[in-house]
């Protein structure tokens, strides 16, 4: 195994992630920008969050694919969310719960930031994802 995921004793509980991650791998994939497009550029899930964040979560699991990696093998998620507020959390949170299985994101998650920024590179982006994974 790559990527070993914990979180130590005296950590802040309970969250949904891990607090530390440990890579032992030679290979490192660096998935960035996945916002809610398809294939074709087509905006997906326009002001929905919950909606965004699973379509960002699918274009992250392509690339990470295409690099021969899988959720498994991600040391780092970063999020950033526009506008963040806390009363975003409960649609944040299931747009992660909508594709988790489907994408076979580990549960709990590996170690994470949600960054919350004014606006991204268009004004119909809510969220953009980035991965970080360690393969042998």
């Known amino acids: 195994m790559t990527v070993q995921s914990l979180t130590p004793k005296g950590m802040f509980q309970p969250v949904p992630y891990h607090h ?3 890579g032992t791998g030679t290979r490192h994939v660096h998935v960035a920008g ?3 497009r398809d294939a074709e550029g087509h905006r997906i899930a326009t002001g929905d969050l919950a909606g965004q964040l699973m379509q960002a979560l699918r ?3 392509r690339g990470l694919a295409g ?3 899988t959720f498994s093998d991600v040391v780092r998620l970063r999020f950033f969310v ?3 507020s806390p009363e975003k959390y409960d649609d944040f949170v299931a747009g992660i719960e909508g ?3 489907e994408l076979g994101i580990p549960r709990p998650l590996p170690p994470l930031s949600a960054i919350g920024v004014d606006y991204l590179f268009e004004p119909d982006v809510l ?3 980035e991965a970080y994974a360690i393969l042998d």
């Open 20 to 22: 530390v991650s440990i």
């Open 34 to 36: 996945q916002i809610a």
């Open 59 to 61: 274009n992250t699991a």
């Open 67 to 69: 690099a021969g990696a």
């Open 82 to 84: 526009t506008d963040w």
């Open 99 to 101: 594709v988790a299985d």
């Open 127 to 129: 969220v953009e994802v």
